[in-house]
């Protein structure tokens, strides 16, 4: 047997504002019906003004550590998910390694949008393989009201924040991860993203005048691009996987829109009580979405060792993933 790489502990943070949709209804042109009835999303988290994004990935990430039992100085490497970082440099791992005592880690942030997770899972499954480290932590963290168009009714409405985290070890007898499929697509850069902010569309008076640094969605297009993607890369990792989608435990998609959920679930052949589902109360979280919901059900007790689990995203890039692990 290959050597492996195990989740071995789990953390989640939210911010304790809670923005429902009949506050949403206060602010743009919106309903609670039309919101549901097109996503799903009955009410989101929203992070304090001066709560970063390495802070709640810090509160998440002190969580697992807590779970796992592990000192942060036993910690070789941290790699967090985010479009929202703190700072485009220093990393927001850098950060997070400060603020939770990881003296000893290397850090680096990595970006693919709401897809990011599972590309920083991947990416630590590799290290840990080669036998390069032995314990590494993974963050998903975003501050998505930092980058929302207030203003933007077709927007503002799907985002929220929060983080979530995971450490990953090599664990004697287990599969961890047994397969993986990335994948993005750059011609379709342009159908989800923030025009302003960088190097390309540097940031001046009129820029902030015409509101392009904040995220920009072609919603009609992008819903297209993410249930035609997310079944392919499932179905992709399924076989490399050597799995039928009949004995998935469990199946965690990207907490975008209960719609494309529900239209991966048809394509797969498998019923919704087998999805962990929590965007109602949560909104798109973006990176932070499958850190969170894997929490959530290892607290809830939903978790036997010996699961299978199938993680599957989709994202600004656009970018896809998913993953088939053994728990």
């Known amino acids: 047997m290959r050597r492996s790489a195990s989740i071995v502990a789990t953390g989640a943070y939210l911010p304790s504002r809670v923005l429902d949709n009949a506050e949403l209804e206060k602010m743009v042109d919106t309903s609670d019906e039309w919101i549901m009835s097109r996503t799903g999303i009955r009410e989101r988290r929203i992070a304090d003004k001066d709560e970063l994004t390495s802070d709640m990935g810090a509160r998440a990430a002190e ?12 910690i070789d490497l941290i790699i967090v998910a985010t479009c929202t970082p703190d700072t485009i440099f220093p990393s927001t791992a850098c950060h997070i390694q400060h603020k939770i005592g990881a003296t000893r880690a290397a850090a680096f942030d990595v970006q693919a949008a709401c897809s990011g997770f599972l590309y920083a899972l991947v990416t630590a499954d590799q290290f840990i393989t080669s036998g390069t480290y032995q314990t590494i932590l993974v963050i998903g963290a975003e501050k998505l009201s930092s980058i929302v168009n207030w203003q933007d009714r077709n927007t503002c409405v799907l985002f929220g924040d929060g983080a979530g985290a995971v450490i990953l070890q090599h664990r004697e007898g287990g599969r961890g991860l047994i397969a993986h499929d990335l994948g993005a697509d750059g011609a379709q850069t342009e159908i989800l993203s923030i025009p302003a ?11 902030l005048d015409q509101r392009l640094q904040f995220l920009q969605m072609s919603g009609k297009e992008v819903f297209k691009y993410a249930v035609n993607a997310m079944n392919r890369s499932a179905e992709s990792c399924l076989e490399k996987a050597g799995i039928k989608a009949k004995h998935l435990r469990w199946i965690i998609p990207h907490q975008a829109n209960f719609r494309i959920v529900d239209a991966v679930a048809q394509r797969l052949g498998i019923s919704l009580d087998h999805f ?23 607290v809830a007790g939903k978790l036997q060792q010996g699961d299978l689990l199938l993680m599957v995203a989709f994202g600004g890039g656009l970018t896809w993933a998913s993953t088939v692990l053994e728990w």
């Open 276 to 298: 962990v589902v929590n965007l109602d109360r949560y909104g798109n979280t973006s990176a932070a979405c499958m850190p969170i919901c894997l929490h959530e059900t290892n």
């Open 197 to 207: 902010g960088g190097c390309r569309v540097p940031i001046t008076p009129e820029v």
């Open 63 to 74: 969580q697992a550590l807590q779970m796992g039992k592990i000192d942060p100085k036993s």
